[in-house]
């Protein structure tokens, strides 16, 4: 802008000179009024805004909070008023596009002057109101919700009504725009998750080379395997299978604060067996020493999601396995890292399935383990698989983490286009919507 003012507060800064300046109990007030028999239950959420409560049920959000029926002291809800929420705090006021009540865990927002609500829509959840939000007391971060008076303290910017929309109508396009990369992106990153999975999963079933001879595995998920490979029981490719302890085995006055390391879903989920601070003395660990963990085994979380597996490393604490995991102790003419890729493949997981027979599939026992089947090359051949593998999972994580790094830029581009829209630090008084090019109006056409 031309000419810009000091606004007197940290959140705005500096706004342009022709904007004029007002706390929000100004611009706002506090609707009282009680609910109508007529009106539909709302509720807030930080990722749909004020809605119909049973629309709310439908989309599953679990950040909202959901009024109680039956109380006479609901508020009455215009369309385009605000709502203050619990979850204010940290996200922003919602707009509503609904007539309808709320419970009085919210304060309903109702404008006094000529608004553009879009505007405010956008300056409600911008990264500096927010900041404004969670200054106003100390005793928000224990939880409480915002009340009025807070609200109407901090200072709002009140540009022309024409040019509150034409804010509001260029953060539209912009952050559609902006929008529709940051989904690009977030296919992107489902597709190469798909395509890492899916080279993993052909490279354990039929090997790196195309051209070497394959034959019939007799199994009809597996299909065809490469001819030198045998096709086995997953207990055959073990020594031993044992589950964790029985819960009582292991209570928690048995942990100490040194000694040998307790091991489960804590260090096999994130495969970092350096975290976890459960030990017990020697004993204990002598009376459990068939529940030993020993280099290359393989850990299986036996609860939870199909999938969390790990092999114990070189150099790891020596220690125990707790009731929620399973070792399998690996047969020394297979490579264990092998072993484990094979067992997070879509091949194994499509058996586990049928082998669970509508089962609990968060669930895994030994008994349904034991009989899948796996198609498994010569020992030399495991170790050159597995070195394919890391390569591409380095390839692929390569290229996902560039993609989630487009999204985390184009999410900060968004917050920052907006606030940098709602307090005047950029001027868009002379912006006008591109017109359709040919291809979108032949498309809008069709």
Known sequence: YPEYVDSGTQWLGEIPADWELFDGKRLFKNRREPSLETDEQLAASQKYGVVPQSLMMKLNDSKVMLALKGTSSFRHVEENDFVISLRSFEGGIEHSKYVGCVSPAYTVLSSVKDIAPKFYRYLFKSKPYIAALQSTTDSLRDGKSITFEQFGAIPLVLPQFEEQEKIANFLDHETAKIDTLIEKQQQLIKLLKEKRQAVISHAVTKGLNPSVPMRDSGVEWLGEVPEHWEVKKFKYLCDRIIAGPFGSSITKDMYVKNGYKVYGQEQVIPNDFEIGDYYINEKDYTELSRYIVGEGDI?????????????????????????????????????????????????????????????TMGVINIAILSEILAAVPPENEQSEV????????????SLIDQANKAVQLLQERRTALISAAVTGKIDVRSWRAPEPSDNQNKEVAA
């Open 386 to 397: 597995v070195e394919y593998i890391n390569q591409q999972k380095e390839k692929f994580s």
């Open 299 to 359: 850990l299986i979380s036996c609860v939870g999601t199909f999938g969390k597996i790990a092999v114990f490393p070189e150099g790891a604490e020596p220690g125990i396995i707790n009731p929620r995991l399973i070792k399998a102790e690996i047969c020394q003419n297979h490579n264990p890292y092998y072993i484990r890729e094979l067992l997070k493949s879509e091949m194994v997981f499509k058996q586990f399935e049928l082998l669970s027979r509508g089962g």
